[in-house]
Antibody, heavy 121, light 107 residues
Framework: EVQLVQSGAEVKKPGESLRISCKSS????????ITWVRQMPGKGLEWMGR????????KYGPSFQGHVTMSVDKSITTAYLQWSSLQASDTAMYYC??????????????WGQGTPVTVSS | SYELTQPPSVSVSPGQTASITCTGD??????ASWYQQKPGQSPVLVIS???KRPSGIPERFFGSNSGNTATLTISGTQAMDEADYYC??????????FGGGTKLTVL
């Protein structure tokens, strides 16, 4: 059974750093890209970017380039999303999802449960 | 940048057919996918590659894509179909794009 299990809720202060995780199981981790999606409170889905677990090739969405960093640890089949300096506007739910095939336009067939991040002073 | 436009809301009576549109420049030349998101839950893929239903998605969900518009059609709409629906496509370069979402109300 394919599963993507994300790390738990985070409450941080502006300027702090953060790394959230997405643990994959039930499939060959390095054969499927992982995408990250942001959903701000009461708003729609925004694509942040994707990472190829096989070679760590990354494509960031235009609004997120330079603001977040994606990475993977193949040894533990886990993808990460990190911030070096959080802002209040980073308050959102963050989802990881699997591309159904390794193609940029491929749909996302399995999703994590989401990690809520709250940034407040 | 490439944009996908959806109506903010659609209402339908139980048992009737609901249609949700997604408009983008030459969208018919790209694959469109659709996701259902219920309150407090993660999105679920309901249509991929314009019209393919993933395993477990009821046959009442149907997708089409032509010209500038992709359409998600739900026939015999049930109360359980009440949710937000998002279309998604690739911009042809490097980015994935989501539509703004449509809230489907079954009343």
């Amino acid at each position: 059974e394919v599963q993507l299990v994300q790390s738990g809720a985070e409450v941080k202060k502006p300027g702090e750093s953060l790394r959230i995780s997405c643990k994959s199981s039930g499939y060959s981790f390095d054969r499927y890209w992982i995408t990250w999606v942001r959903q701000m409170p009461g708003k729609g889905l925004e694509w942040m970017g994707r990472i190829d677990p096989d070679d760590s090739d990354i494509k960031y969405g235009p609004s997120f380039q330079g603001h977040v960093t994606m990475s993977v640890d193949k040894s533990i089949t886990t993808a990460y999303l990190q911030w070096s300096s959080l802002q209040a506007s980073d308050t959102a739910m963050y989802y990881c999802a699997r591309h159904s095939v390794t193609a940029p336009g491929a749909p996302f067939d399995f999703w994590g449960q989401g990690t809520p991040v709250t940034v407040s002073s | 940048s490439y944009e996908l436009t959806q109506p903010p809301s659609v209402s339908v009576s139980p048992g009737q057919t609901a249609s949700i549109t997604c408009t983008g420049d030459k969208l018919g030349n790209r694959y469109a996918s659709w996701y259902q998101q219920k309150p407090g839950q993660s999105p679920v893929l309901v249509i991929s590659q314009d019209s393919k239903r993933p395993s477990g998605i009821p046959e009442r969900f149907f997708g089409s894509n032509s010209g500038n518009t992709a359409t998600l059609t739900i026939s015999g709409t049930q109360a359980m179909d009440e949710a937000d629906y998002y279309c998604q496509a690739w911009d042809g370069s490097t980015a994935v794009v989501f539509g703004g979402g449509t809230k489907l109300t079954v009343l």
